[in-house]
Each structure stands twice: as C-alpha cells, then as structure tokens.
C-alpha cells in the first residue's frame, strides 16, 4: 500500500508539472535546420533580393552588427590568445525616397579596453565619403579625418550593406538548409569538401594571408596560407514576411599544421559575426552631417603629401608670368622640376633638383637626369618651408594651419579645393594638383649620380 501511495504521488507531479513549468516553448536555436529544396545560387538571389528590396521601399533602416575573433596561439606557441571584438551599426538613410546619408560605425575592442573607433559618413548628395578614425593606445589618443569621392552610380546603398553582409562566392559554397521561426523564413548556406573546385577548396583560395592577423584581424584572412586551412563555414540570413532582410550571420574556423609537427592540426582562429535588423521607418533617426568639410579636405591634403611617393603642383603667382613647380617627396629628400612661364608660355626648359634632407635644413643640388649628373645650387624655393608633418593648430576664416602659433604650414581652401599654400609672413603658392607618383624621379638615386 505505501508503495501505491508514492507511485500516485509521482504521477500526480509528473501531471501537474507542466501547469507550472509549460511545455517547454521553441527558440530559434532549438529549432532544427532541414534540407532546402532551394539551389545554392537561388538562395543566394533571395539574400541579394531582400538587400535590393531595402532600396525599392526607400524607408530608413539601422542594422547592429557584433563581429568576435577569437584567436589563440599556434602550434609552434607563436602568435597570442586574445578574443578582439568589433561592434557595428549601418545606418541607410532615404529622403523622399532617395539615398541621403549611409552612417557605418565601428568600435573595435579587446576586453573593456577600446583599441579604435571609427565614423565613415557617405553623402550621396554630393558624392563625397568622410572618415574619422580614432585609435587608443593607453591615454593616448590620435584622430584622423578623411575625406574622398566616390561614385554614387558604383557605390550604392546595396554595396554599403553588403561590407557587412555578403557571403562567399557561389562556388564555395556546396548546400541550403532552412527553417521557419517567428514567421521568418531563415536559410543557411553551407560550404564543405566536395571537389578541388568547389566547397572548402575554392574558399580557401579566397582568404587573403596577412602577417598582422593577430595585431588586426580581419575577415576572410589567414597567418598563413601554406599551412592554414578554413573549416566550418556557414552563413545564415531571414527575410521577414515584409521581404526585410531581418537577420545575418556567418561563423568560420581555422586550423593550421606546421613542418615540425606533420598531420597535427590545431584550431587557432574563430570568426562569428551577427548582424540585426533594428529599427526603420521614418521615424529613424538621420545620421549627422559633417559641421566642416573644409577641415576633413585640410587633413586629407596634408595625410596624403606628407608620405613618401607623393606629389604636390604649385604656381608662385597667379599672373600671366610664373613658375610652375612640382615637389615630389622621396624618403630622404625632395625631387623637384620648375618650368618659367612668360605670359602663360613656357620659356626654356625645365629645371630639376634634388634637396637632401640633412639635419633641420637641406643638402641642396641641380640634376642633369639626361646625362645622370650633379651639382651644387643656390636656388631655394619657398615650398622647403611647407611642413606638412605638425599637427593641426587652429583655423582662422578659410586658412587652416598646421604646427604652432609661431611656425606653420597655412593651407587656403576655396570651393571646396586647396587654394594655395604658405607659412607664417610668407606669399602664398597656388596649388594645381597633387596625389601619389613620382613621375620622372620615380627610379632616381643621386648615389648613381656624377657630383660635377
């Protein structure tokens, strides 16, 4: 009898449990994948259908992304283990139904220390990309402004979305599983080993190697590509029943080998990135706009010349009469040619020198590149004075300096272009153009030279 009392007692609680607990609900997680009747290259249409769709409706959308690389150290105990994290948000903006402003913000951190930040602002009104990037390093701070333009017919609004989400090529990968949760359809895309040609073997092929993996990591790179090898590739994404692209997300490993420890493989590197849908409608928010654009054109110009292999075109007057110079940064010096122009003709040839950077000033010499000789020279052209390389210092109307109140380099934006060039109690020079190539110098050595 006192056994018959505890079996209904057991069954009373295995009856009554549920009331309390319930049945145990479903969650995407433990929802099961099935097989897809849904071809690689079908699937792969619905996800570029859904990112297209965002443009068609021309509603503001913001999507989140949270990217881990998870990194450890390899079989010969080079390399670190450290788990560095990156936390995006994309935010496409439409006015009346047309692209405005796209905003990508990134944070990339390790722990609770924040290694860089970076803004990148598209203006689609004007064609323009502004960037500022800010790198941490202990209490030191550095800040970087850019600005570039960009085609509004090859960057669109679709592109933007598909740096953070984009899958690999068709041929890597090899089936399509799929699942309904929450009236999403979900769909995965999986790559394994299937022939030299397709699956894992075509993916590899597609990650880059890098040296600086494990300083920057990145997606879709490898420490090493002869001993490196992806495993465990798959990328997910769900439409909602609107046709919005809901949710992303792809995961990978890698293994490596060495030639001391042959057929021993060890898992080094883990890659996962999420990306939600969190908000759109015109409620959205607007990403905001640059306050000074003349600024991040400043930084540019002084980013780009300031590096070796770059160029910069002046003319000292803007008369009829003038000299048109063109400096080219070399790494121990500057090349330069000048050409006299009399009433907007040129007179003569041209001149070439070479300054060589010696202490705080310069070794300074006139080139015969023709015959591959050199000699001394007094001329000492105003640009010897432009130091590129201080740091900003203060705007005053449309002049931008660079170094202190007692020494700077003065940039003069008009239009949205650099005017001209000068230093403090100085004339300005006009600048014509400048960008990266050392045109005629660019394989020139004085050391091959003849001193005359």
Not at 6 to 26: D, Q, S
Not at 33 to 54: H, N
Not at 72 to 92: A, H, W, Y
Not at 401 to 418: C, Q, V
Request: glycine share 6%; hydrophobic share 30%; charged share 25%.
């Amino acid at each position: 009898m006192k056994k018959l009392k505890v079996f209904v007692f057991l069954a009373l609680v295995a009856l009554v449990t549920p009331l309390f607990f319930g049945c145990g609900e479903a969650t995407f997680e433990s929802t099961p994948w099935v097989a897809s009747e849904s071809s690689v290259a079908e699937t792969i249409a619905k996800l570029d259908e859904a990112k297209e769709f965002l443009h068609d409706v021309g509603l503001p959308v913001k999507f989140s992304t949270v990217t881990t690389y998870d990194l450890s150290k390899r079989l010969d105990d080079s390399g670190k283990n450290v788990i560095v994290r990156e936390e995006t948000t994309t935010t496409l903006y439409y006015k009346s139904r047309e692209p405005n402003l796209a905003e990508v913000k990134t944070k990339r951190s390790i722990g609770s220390e924040t290694l860089s930040e970076v803004t990148t602002l598209y203006d689609n009104d004007e064609g323009k990309v502004y960037t500022t990037s800010k790198s941490f390093s202990g209490e030191d701070e550095t800040t970087t402004y850019r600005v570039a333009t960009y085609s509004k017919v090859d960057m669109t609004f679709n592109k933007i979305l598909s740096q953070t989400i984009y899958t690999a090529k068709e041929s890597a990968l090899t089936s399509v599983n799929q699942k309904t949760f929450n009236d999403i359809n979900y769909y995965q895309l999986v790559s394994s080993s299937v022939s030299p040609e397709s699956g894992l073997a075509v993916l590899n092929d597609e990650f880059a190697e890098s040296a600086t993996l494990y300083d920057d990591p990145k997606l879709y790179q490898v420490f090493d590509k002869k001993h490196d090898y992806v495993l465990n590739y798959s990328a997910e994404f769900g439409v909602d029943g609107s046709g919005y692209l809901d949710y992303f997300a792809f995961n990978y490993s890698v293994s490596h080998s060495n030639d001391t420890r042959p057929g021993e493989r060890s898992v080094y590197l883990k890659v996962s990135s999420t990306t939600r849908l969190d908000e759109y409608g015109q409620d959205l928010e607007a990403p905001s706009e640059v306050s000074d654009k003349n600024f991040y054109l400043a930084n540019t110009f002084v980013d780009t010349v300031r590096i070796s292999g770059t160029y910069v075109s002046y003319r000292d007057s803007l008369s009829s009469s003038y000299n048109f110079v063109t400096a080219y940064k070399a790494t121990d010096g500057i090349f330069v040619r000048t050409t006299v122009y009399e009433n907007g003709i040129a007179k003569g040839d041209s001149k070439t020198y070479f300054y060589k950077k010696s202490g705080s000033g310069y070794d300074m010499f006139e080139l015969n590149i023709r015959e591959q000789k050199y000699s001394l020279t007094t001329y000492e052209p105003l640009l010897l004075l432009f130091d590129y390389s201080r740091p900003f210092y203060t705007k005053r109307n449309n002049d931008y300096m660079f170094g202190t109140s007692e020494k700077y380099t003065k940039l003069n934006i008009r239009d949205g272009e650099i005017y001209s060039v000068g230093i403090k109690d100085s004339t300005d020079w006009y600048v014509t153009n400048y960008g990266v190539g050392m045109g005629e110098f660019i394989n020139v050595n004085i050391d091959d030279y003849t001193f005359v």
